[in-house]
């Protein structure tokens, strides 16, 4: 490759970088339920309904999901998994996490740019809530600032994570390898 080629593409590379890296944190809400979400000063009753409502019905869509109801708990815990509203292309079940709270724009600073989602937490981090792209967003509910990139809709998950049969330890056969947690 011509060096004025290479020089242009690692000027748009860095240029692309730089507008990542300016972009504001956002300001977002993270309750575990409407009723603690309405308990918060500036926020009203109907709105934390709403965006719970919205955040469950993400949940179905976002969720990671898992082939047997064990794979979901090493990454999440023991009684931490539930069976999802549809089956494998075999007819088996497919499981994912329990939704544990959720995020959504603070009303009080009028922001609209962030995803209502559905938070998780993980065995290895419990203390930090987590999107279903396993981003981690804080520890404690109530108001707080997140990267832009976290505060985005996670992705669709088109295919569930399997582990190596007869108890073995084996890597995700999925072409989407992520670990969740620390």
Request: proline share 4%; charged share 25%.
């Amino acid at each position: 490759m011509k060096r004025s080629k290479t020089l242009k593409l690692a000027l748009m590379g860095a240029s692309a970088l730089a507008l990542t890296a300016c972009e504001e944190p956002q300001d977002v809400a993270i309750f575990e339920n409407a009723d603690q979400c309405s308990q918060q000063e500036g926020f009203d009753r109907s709105s934390c309904e709403e965006n719970m409502k919205l955040a469950e019905a993400e949940h179905i869509r976002a969720s990671p999901k898992y082939t047997s109801v064990e794979d979901c708990e090493v990454d999440f815990g023991a009684t931490q998994c539930e069976i999802a509203p549809m089956q494998t292309s075999s007819g088996g079940s497919v499981f994912m996490p329990l939704m544990m709270g959720y995020m959504m724009g603070n009303m009080l600073s009028g922001n609209s740019r962030v995803a209502t989602q559905p938070l998780y937490r993980s065995a290895d981090d419990a203390k930090n809530f987590r999107t279903g792209d396993n981003q981690k967003v804080a520890g404690k509910t109530g108001v707080s600032k997140v990267p832009a990139n976290v505060a985005k809709a996670p992705t669709t998950k088109t295919s569930t994570l399997k582990r190596g049969g007869f108890g073995a330890s084996a890597p995700r056969t999925t072409s989407r390898s992520r670990s969740f947690g620390g």
